[in-house]
């Protein structure tokens, strides 16, 4: 059997996913072995972290291997299993599940510890895809989609927003973007981006006034004390001078910033970063500071071009399809990983501090595996729509 027949039978689906995917994971196992310097220390074992995010290397790419194989209908009737395990999760981890800096975001399931947001960012994603599928007509999408995709949205939406504010604001994005796609009336759109100015106005202005001894009245109150900080931090920072400046003020923000800024066109090279052994989880909410700092400007650019390009992709994919649902679930996949991709790298470089892993590059077992699905998910659909559309030119030019 030749190389390329084999290449087809294994690797199905749109080539350039595939090439991203790995290339990801390639640049993903070289940095997060760099970046984790500091979980060595503490484990006391060399190994120890780049073994297991090998395991979850190789891990999705089965994951991703597998679903790529699976009918596309099959996602569809998914949809709603996946949808109300997430949430069902979320409310485990609120009333039963294991904390991690003042957030219930964790849950165990026979020693298996993992995050529900995960997942229930895909249900509610895959959810919304499949109502606007189910109400399309000739004129676009029928009004009644919008309140059935607001039911499903507020209840997942409201619990991450309590543990996760960027989160929850990227799949708010994501939901939006993708009933703007699905053609759900302007009016209703236009309303809805009204309302959500004015309600987020309006949580400005009252995490902002809040006064600081609500830190006292629990794990709440000291979470709202931590976004007011951040906000004065992102809008109303001032210069200081050098003597002025304290390392320890905010340590992420400050040695991903030396980091960013002792870098070039081209890095130090991979393996040769200073910064990582200063940087709080440099493996996975500040990664992109490191690649920076190891692959200078140009290997910054190549990763930003990785995601753009899986974006266009999906597009391209969604195009293909001759159903509704896949086409908006290629896109709604393509939206959610490029926005938390670009909320990492401006958080890598910026003033804004909050905790958002790089898709399919940062370390962590959910978050990765949960993001190979993603694009087992759009290989599967891209094999599809390429089938469909060869089937459907075969029988054109046999009439």
């Not at 996913?17 to 970046?35: G, N, Q």
């Not at 939006?176 to 981006?193: A, E, S």
């Not at 709202?224 to 400046?245: C, G, N």
């Not at 290629?330 to 890598?348: C, D, F, P």
Request: charged fraction near 15%.
């Amino acid at each position: 059997m030749g190389g390329d027949k084999l290449k087809r039978i294994l690797f199905k689906g749109d080539k350039v996913i595939w090439i991203v995917f790995f290339t990801l994971c390639a640049i993903s196992w070289v940095e997060v072995f760099s970046a984790t310097s500091r979980q060595t220390y503490d484990s006391g074992s060399y190994w120890s972290p780049i073994i297991k995010h090998t395991g979850f290397l190789i891990g999705g790419i089965l994951v991703a291997w597998f679903i790529h194989n699976l009918k596309a209908q099959w996602i569809d009737k998914f949809s709603k299993a996946i949808y109300w395990a997430g949430l069902i999760g979320l409310i485990w981890a609120q009333v039963g599940g294991a904390k991690l800096n003042d957030s219930a975001r964790w849950i165990s399931i026979m020693g298996i510890t993992f995050q529900p947001m995960e997942l229930a960012k895909m249900g509610l994603i895959m959810m919304t895809a499949r109502i606007l599928a189910k109400h399309q007509n000739e004129e676009g999408t029928s009004p009644l989609a919008f309140g059935e995709i607001l039911k499903y949205s507020i209840p997942p939406i409201l619990i991450i927003l309590k543990e996760n504010f960027s989160s929850a604001f990227i799949l708010s994005v994501t939901i939006y973007l993708l009933m703007f796609v699905g053609r759900i009336p302007k009016m209703q759109l236009l309303k809805t981006l009204g309302a959500g100015v004015a309600v987020g106005a309006l949580g400005l202005a009252i995490i902002m006034w809040i006064p600081e001894d609500v830190k006292n009245w629990g794990s709440m109150g000291s979470k709202v004390i931590t976004w007011q900080h951040r906000i004065k931090d992102a809008l109303i920072s001032k210069p200081i001078t050098a003597e002025e400046y304290d390392e320890n003020d905010n340590e992420q923000r400050t040695y991903s910033h030396i980091a960013v800024a002792s870098s070039h066109l081209i890095g130090c090279g991979p393996g040769n970063s200073i910064q990582r052994d200063f940087i709080p989880h440099a493996y996975s909410d500040y990664i992109f500071a490191v690649i920076i700092e190891e692959l200078g400007l140009l290997g910054a650019i190549l990763v930003m071009l990785l995601y753009l390009t899986l974006l266009y992709t999906c597009g391209k994919i969604a195009k293909k399809c001759e159903e509704p649902y896949t086409a908006f679930l290629s896109m709604g996949i393509g939206m959610v990983i490029v926005m938390q991709a670009l909320l990492h790298m401006y958080i890598s470089v910026g003033n804004f501090v909050t905790g958002q892993p790089l898709p399919l590059m940062s370390q962590g077992g959910t978050s990765f595996l949960i993001n190979s699905v993603y694009i087992g998910f759009l290989l599967c659909i891209s094999r599809y729509a390429n089938a469909t559309n060869e089937n459907t030119a075969i029988q054109e030019n046999i009439v």
